[in-house]
């Protein structure tokens, strides 16, 4: 079912459709929340906090304006900032011994490995990927990007545009090489059953 | 902004893979209404944005579905009964509870439904699958085993046809050594209903038949084979065939 039609059917309080949304985007939306908020449990709050905005904002959502996936990711991205900006000037307010107890990010990270980049973001040249991991899972604008790496705007503008097109020219070329896989897999499937 | 400054702005990746302030998100969509042509642009930014968060992508534990599905619809049923007395308050956390608790369930027991038809469903798809494979496996042995009957050095192929009728013959596959014969009959007419082809063999001016040419069934027919014979001969007799020839209808004859 596209994501028009279960937009509808969430629109109109389904609750297959929300469990249908949840099957199709959590992971991805997960893995955006988990870069930012570093721990597990925070990142289930936050994913629920999440979900709670789809179901009740869901016909804010306007489908001439981009795709579900761009949205949702958006509401994930500043649900988790927002959590992590309240929790440190929480924080802040708060005496050491309290402090203690609460939610430390660098305690709690639980698996750093889990939090590194995967996939083809990983064939770009370093400066390609830290400016893809800064704007598209820490939540950085190319502006905070130049202010806080001292890069002129220009060139992280530039950079980003060459890391986009860089990453698309990789996917290109491997769904052509999925293709070719998925046509062995059939004819080594056909060997098997027909021995 | 023009649509070339659009692009140069950088704005457009920030909607898609940053983390854009409400107000260039309203700006951008305003520009999307202005400006048609960015949708297409957009859209590949998104494609792409997508595979990267599907690469980056981080499973949740299976337990967190019901807890966090439960917990949505808990919590949109709580805002729809906003500021009621404590007691209604209270009752109202109860019965979240309970609905949450009923929808998750439900869920549950819905997506286990669903998982139960989806496994049947692969598990008849696995069982036709295996017996196309067969079919086809038992196909291939069968073109196999004709192919090599064919191209057998003793077989020799008798095209029989009618004369003035291209469009009405049969071929013949005569192998003395296997004493084997087969009919490819795809060439021949359609008859009446009430009709058969016969085919014949003539051994010493006796004609034996060596079979019908049932067009119902397949392109070959195995035939009788016969020693001696001299010639074939094609005739059409009513359905069923007959124990002689009817000589007034011997349309194809040809020699072995």
């Known amino acids: 079912m596209s994501d028009s039609a279960l937009l509808k059917k969430l629109i109109n309080g389904d609750h297959k459709a929300l469990e249908s949304i949840y099957d199709r985007y959590s992971p991805a939306l997960l893995g955006m929340i988990m870069r930012i908020v570093k721990s597990e449990d925070i990142a289930k709050e936050v994913l629920q906090e999440v979900f709670v905005k789809i179901w009740k904002n869901a016909q804010r959502y306007d489908e001439t304006k981009g795709r579900f996936f761009t949205w949702a990711s958006r509401i994930a991205k500043n649900t988790a900032l927002n959590y992590i900006n309240v929790k440190s000037e929480k924080k802040q307010s708060q005496t ?89 897999l059939i004819a080594l499937l056909c060997i098997i059953l027909l021995p | 902004m023009n649509v070339k400054e659009i692009l140069e702005s950088g704005l457009l990746e920030d909607f898609v893979f940053g983390n854009p302030s409400q107000n260039d998100v309203n700006r951008i969509e305003n520009w999307i209404d202005e400006y048609p042509q960015l949708i297409d642009h957009i859209l590949a930014l998104e494609l792409t944005a997508e595979k990267i968060a599907l690469d980056n992508a ?23 009964h906003k500021n009621p007395s404590s007691f209604s308050n209270a009752l109202g956390h109860a019965l979240s509870l309970i609905l949450g608790t009923l929808i998750g369930a439900g869920l549950m027991f819905g997506k ?37 009957y064919i191209q057998h050095h003793k077989t ?69 084979y016969i020693e001696n014979a001299e010639s074939l001969n094609i005739t059409i007799e009513p359905k069923g065939g007959s124990d002689h020839p009817t000589v007034s209808r011997l349309i194809m004859s040809a020699k072995v």
Request: proline fraction near 2%; aromatic fraction near 8%; charged fraction near 25%.
């Open chain 1, 96 to 184: 050491k011994e309290l402090e203690r107890k609460h939610y430390d990010l660098k305690v709690q990270t639980p698996n750093i490995d889990v939090l590194d980049l995967r996939g083809k973001v990983n064939q770009l040249d370093e400066k390609y990927k830290l400016i893809v991991n800064l704007l598209y899972f820490q939540g950085y604008t190319q502006q905070e990007i130049s202010d806080e790496y001292k890069i002129p705007i220009g060139t992280v503008k530039t950079r980003v545009r060459s890391a986009i097109q860089q990453l698309r020219r990789i996917y290109d070329d491997s769904i052509l090489h999925t293709k070719e896989s998925f046509q062995i």
């Open chain 2, 156 to 224: 020799e192929a008798i095209t029989l046809s009618q004369q003035g009728f291209n469009q009405n013959s049969a071929v013949v596959f005569w192998n003395p050594e296997e004493k084997r014969a087969l009919a490819s009959i795809e060439g021949l007419a359609s008859l009446q209903a009430d009709q058969s082809y016969q085919i014949w063999a003539d051994v010493n001016g006796e004609m034996i038949s060596i079979g019908l040419l049932d067009q119902a069934k397949n392109r070959f027919v195995a035939l009788n």
């Open chain 2, 58 to 80: 981080i499973a949740p534990q299976q337990t967190w579905k019901n807890d966090i599905l439960s917990g949505v619809l808990a919590q949109n049923t709580k805002n729809d």
């Open chain 2, 112 to 148: 286990i439904k669903s998982t139960s038809n989806q496994f049947k469903n692969l598990e008849k798809e696995y069982v036709q699958l295996s017996e196309d494979c067969t079919n086809n496996r038992s196909i291939i042995a069968t073109s196999e085993s004709l192919l090599d």
